[in-house]
């Protein structure tokens, strides 16, 4: 796949502004963007840090993926978000070497980034996210 750089790092928390305020007076980073994406029932809020974000996930929802995790494991790291090209074509890769997809087909996440998760029992217990963004390219 050959991910140029990790895109982000998603955070489950349970209390948004706290965690916010956390990233913002201790780490001294700056919350630049608050979006609630109602298909995955978070909402989240976005940090820079070099290249890569800092993705704080609050569920809206105890139903919602978020919320299930939380209930089960507590607060803390969610998922790791590769930015690739090709997402489709990396897809597709991904199972013919066996791995098991979560989303066979991308969707669209915060940010309106292309995305798709590979389900942790295939990546040794991690959430991996892999992430395209196709406004920055020719069309
Ligand atoms: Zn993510």
Not at 11 to 21: G, Q
Request: hydrophobic share 40%; net charge negative.
């Amino acid at each position: 796949m050959k991910p140029s750089h990790i895109e982000h790092i998603g955070i489950a928390v349970t209390d948004l502004n706290e965690a916010i305020s956390f990233y913002e007076k201790v780490l001294g980073l700056t919350c630049y963007n608050i979006e609630e994406v109602p298909d995955q029932k978070v909402r989240t809020a976005f940090f820079m840090v070099g290249q890569t974000k800092i993705e704080l996930l609050e569920s809206t929802d105890p139903e919602g993926p978020i919320g299930k995790f939380i209930a089960k494991r507590g607060e803390g790291l969610h998922h790791i978000a590769f930015s690739v090209e090709k997402i489709e074509e990396q897809l597709i890769h991904a199972a013919e070497q066996g791995i098991t997809l979560i989303d066979c087909k991308p969707r669209k996440g915060a940010e309106d980034l292309d995305i798709a998760f590979l389900h942790p029992k295939s990546t040794s217990g991690v959430l991996i996210e892999l992430c395209e963004n196709k406004i920055h390219l020719p069309s």
